[in-house]
């Protein structure tokens, strides 16, 4: 494919071809430009195989889609452009991903950038215990209740336990997907999704069909930490997702939050033994140096909150 005249019909034909993250990629449309970065897809400079999917790309069709599916496609300079992507360019690559996303996809009424103006993530395992799913939810819901924006992925466990909170108090909340924007993935959260899309706002540097890949949601991670002041870890194994979130947040120079055990027991305080513990609703502003916290527990107000709120309500 060829002829792209624009600087947003670019960026749109590289996000089909070019999987996000992708140092060669980003870096090139960051350091260049993205109608560099198409002619070296186009050329094969960047190899053969995104040289071909460049060629049978139907831009056209993706935009019918998108179109479908009430999705919208943002480039860096427009309003929804969010400034806090930039962090990414200071980041390293983690498990070779990286860099500036070279455009985003959004499906729903939020406005980005204002949503994101006050916004933490909550992220950890898709295998939660009903603790972990208790604890996402509660903080979730205490801190949407005072206007943060709940950013997670969308996925079982504790990222579909921080939107349910973020919905149960009627509080904003963000999906950061691995896939199409227009994609339900998994399935099993098809309801929440559509949630999410009807008032709220679902985001992907991926276009509208896209399915996902390991590799995929690496990226994606780097999206949620960036995007977000701070990142809350719930339940997390040694090779799980949320760590590689942790660690972009890190790189980005955001709040790193880690929940202890127990934090519902009036055993768990936020006693001299815990380093610089925070609460709901504390500022939500990036730090100038990344710092790593201990949470303390939500408020009661939140768990007689999610007591009456099932899940089933939005999956």
Request: charged residues 20%; positive net charge.
């Amino acid at each position: 494919m060829s002829g792209l005249r624009s600087d947003r019909a670019r960026r749109m034909a590289l996000t089909c071809v070019v999987d996000g993250g992708d140092l060669v990629a980003t870096d090139l449309v960051t350091a260049a430009g993205a109608d560099t970065a198409w002619e070296a897809v186009t050329s094969g400079a960047l190899g053969e195989p995104l040289a071909q999917r460049a060629a049978m790309l139907d831009l056209a069709a993706v935009e019918r889609r998108a179109k479908e599916s009430s999705a919208r496609f943002v480039i860096p300079g427009d309003d929804e452009w969010p400034s806090c992507l930039e962090d990414l360019r200071r980041c390293p690559a983690v498990q070779r991903r990286g860099g500036v996303p070279i455009g985003l996809w959004l499906r729903g009424p939020g406005h980005l950038v204002a949503m994101m103006e006050r916004s933490v993530a909550v992220v950890g395992s898709r295998a939660a215990t009903n603790y972990g799913s208790g604890v996402a939810t509660d903080f979730a819901a205490d801190l949407a209740d005072q206007g943060v924006t709940i950013v997670s992925g969308g996925a079982f466990g504790i990222d579909a336990a921080a939107h349910r909170g973020a919905l149960a108090v009627r509080g904003p909340t963000v999906a950061v997907l691995a896939n199409g924007v227009d994609v339900p993935y998994p399935r099993g959260n098809g309801r929440l999704f559509d949630w999410i899309a009807k008032d709220h706002l679902l985001v992907s540097e991926l276009p509208p069909g896209t399915t996902p890949t390991r590799v995929r949601f690496l990226a994606r991670n780097r999206l949620i930490a960036a995007l977000s002041w701070g990142t809350l870890v719930v339940e997390a194994a040694l090779r799980s997702g949320a760590r590689n979130t942790a660690s972009w947040a890190l790189g980005c120079g955001r709040s790193l939050i880690a929940v202890p055990g127990a934090v519902h027991s009036t055993m768990s305080t936020d006693g001299s033994a815990n380093p610089a513990p925070v609460t709901p609703g504390a500022s939500t502003k990036a730090p100038a140096n990344p710092t790593v916290r201990l949470a303390v527990k939500p408020s009661k107000a939140s768990r007689r909150r999610n007591a009456s709120v099932g899940a089933g309500d939005y999956d």
